[in-house]
Nanobody, 121 residues
């Protein structure tokens, strides 16, 4: 059974925007302990944005000021608003959860299957 499902990816021109969504089950979603990752061909998986256990948000330096992570707890949904997209943002984007059994763990335990984002110049 799929527990995290990403959507909202697509192809846009540089400077455009996309909003990614991650629909989670109540077993894998929490107000905190959620994050977005991405992986481009030939590159390692990179952390993009996260909501930490204290409720604070964090971002990779490469996306600061352009991306924003948010959530709708009533819908068990995580979002990633991506603005001013650049060709180097092209990657498969994954949402992930560190939440299990009511606790937030140091390591991410659940992953979605990804949604492709392609930014053309």
């Amino acid at each position: 059974q799929v527990q995290l499902v990403e959507s909202g990816g697509g192809s846009v021109q540089a400077g455009g925007s996309l909003r990614l969504s991650c629909a989670a089950s109540r077993y894998t979603y929490s107000s905190y302990c959620m994050g977005w990752f991405r992986q481009a061909p030939g590159k390692e998986r990179e952390g993009v944005a996260a909501i930490d256990i204290d409720g604070s948000t964090s971002y990779a330096d490469s996306v600061k000021g352009r991306f924003s992570i948010s959530q709708d707890n009533a819908k068990n949904t995580l979002y990633l608003q991506m603005n001013s997209l650049k060709p180097e943002d092209t990657a498969m984007y994954y949402c992930a959860s560190r939440f299990q059994g009511g606790d937030c763990y140091p390591d991410y335990k659940y992953w979605g299957q990804g949604t492709q984002v392609t930014v053309s110049s």
